[in-house]
């Protein structure tokens, strides 16, 4: 190497080095994330984390419990199945809960590790169920991917506006009041005040389950994931029925 080849080198990393010295200084005088925005991050994680815990227990439990009558079903409906029928029995046991023992943290801890305990192998042999995904995906024609991925952004637009605070009239009225109610009271109890109260409250206790160990916003993303199967199901009867084709068009048609 000439000398003339060794300058250009040197001013070439002396510019590399120049340019990471001000990067440098300008991270650590406009510091990326404060200490209040890392644990306004692992908070959202958190939220995240909780509602698709409950629903993976839920799953767990419907396979322990539903699974050989669900059998002959096609798997993503036997998937959803399982899960809605699990969340069900979840439902009414943090119903029994409220009723008699009462609401805490520590009573929900304690619930939660129980189920676990139940549907241990159960969450994995329902989650497996998803891999029928796959299968339509591979015989779905471009159209029809084009319509899944179109469904994907609604799903993912909805998902960060369940993340957001609750402005919604019926979140506020009665889907999210009737659990702070019940947290607040630390049981089940009556609100003559609130002619909602009457109404069927299955998912109201898994949602108070969710707001008590994630806030609002866990309540509002366990709805969100609900409705997801709900399209799950839907997807998969009608490409056992019908075709791939008419399963994206029918998910699509509904969102």
Known sequence: ??????????????????????????AY?????TPEQVIRLLRLVWQILVPFGILSLAGGLGWRLFGKWTAGFNSLVALSLQAVLG??????????????????????ILFL???AVIAN????????????????????GKFDKMLALGGLFILLITFAKSLAPPLMFDSLVYHLTLPKWYLLEGRITYIPELMFWGMPQ????????AL????????????????????????????????????????????
């Not at 439902?91 to 520590?106: D, E, I, K, P, Q």
């Not at 299955?202 to 389950?209: A, I, K, S």
């Open 1 to 26: 190497m000439n000398a003339k080849e060794q300058k250009s080198l040197l001013v070439g990393f002396g510019g590399i080095l120049w340019l990471l010295i001000v990067f440098l200084s300008y």
């Open 121 to 140: 192998k159960s969450i994995l042999d329902w989650g497996k169920q998803f891999g029928t995904f796959s299968l339509i995906w591979q015989k779905s």
């Open 202 to 209: 299955l998912q109201e206790m898994g949602m108070t389950v």
């Open 113 to 115: 590790l129980v189920i």
């Open 29 to 33: 005088t406009h510091k990326p994330f």
């Open 212 to 255: 008590a160990l994630g806030g609002a916003e866990a309540a509002i993303v366990l709805a969100w994931a609900l409705g997801v199967l709900a399209l799950v199901g839907l997807l998969g009867y009608l490409d056992a029925f019908f075709s791939a084709s008419a399963a994206w068009m029918g998910v699509t048609s509904l969102l």
């Open 87 to 108: 969340f069900g029995v979840f439902s009414l046991a943090t119903l029994a809960l409220g009723a008699s023992v009462g609401f805490s943290r520590f009573v929900f």
